[in-house]
Structures are given as C-alpha cells and as structure tokens.
C-alpha cells in the first residue's frame, strides 16, 4: 500500500480483484458452478457404474428393442442440455449484471488515464 503523498503502484485490476463485489461475483460462480458438476458427475458414475455391475438391469427393455441402458444413456446427453441451459440462465441473471459493473469500472479507470497494467493505448507499441 502506498502512503500518503505517494502515488498508487496498483493497477484497476489488482484494485477490481481485491475489491467486495469481485469476492461476492467469485462467490456466486463457485456457488453454481462446484455443485452442479459435482451432481453431472455422481449422475455419471452412477451410469458408468450400472453399466459395469448392474447389467441384468441395464437390459431390462423399455420398448423395442430400446433398453434401460440406452435410456440412461441418453438421458447424459439431455441433463447436459439442461445444465447449459440452466447456466445460461443463471449467469445472465445473477453473473453478467455483475461482470458488467466490474467491466465499467475498469473502462472507467481507462478513460480517466488510471496506469492499466500490460494496456497500450491504439497505436502505439
């Protein structure tokens, strides 16, 4: 930190990163994120263990020649859709309105001439 007098050595993003409402957007992602990989992947193993121990079951036909198995199978494919869908749905609520904000202040420091670490201003090398 500097002192008084001293003129800031840090840039907006050390300045973004520290910063409440990047812990809280942080927070909110891990929050969507870690538990529903974690149910995409039990939902997984349980598949791929069914499929390896529990064979009389994952015969079992449905219709037609159309297993449990096949099912189940399929179903991985559906609940990725759905978790896309439910991710798109999340982040443009409670993510994207916040990464806006951050987005800002940081445009913000740019254009009143802050040091933005690693920017170099249009045409110049």
Do not use: C
Not at 1 to 22: I, L, N
Not at 33 to 58: C, H, I, K, Q, T
Request: net charge positive.
């Amino acid at each position: 930190m500097s002192t008084v007098g001293e003129r800031s050595t840090r840039t907006v993003y050390e300045e973004v990163q520290d910063s409440a409402e990047f812990a809280d957007l942080r927070s909110r992602l891990r929050r969507f994120v870690f538990p529903m990989s974690a149910a995409f992947l039990v939902w997984y193993l349980a598949y791929v263990l069914l499929a390896s121990y529990a064979r009389d079951f994952m015969a079992i036909k449905v219709a037609g020649n159309i297993n449990v198995g096949l099912v189940i199978g399929l179903l991985q494919f559906v609940t990725t859709f759905a978790i896309t869908t439910i991710y798109v749905r999340y982040a443009n609520r409670h993510l994207d309105p916040a990464a806006e904000r951050l987005r800002l202040r940081v445009e913000g420091h740019r254009a009143e001439g802050h040091r933005v670490e690693g920017h170099r201003p249009e045409g110049r090398r």
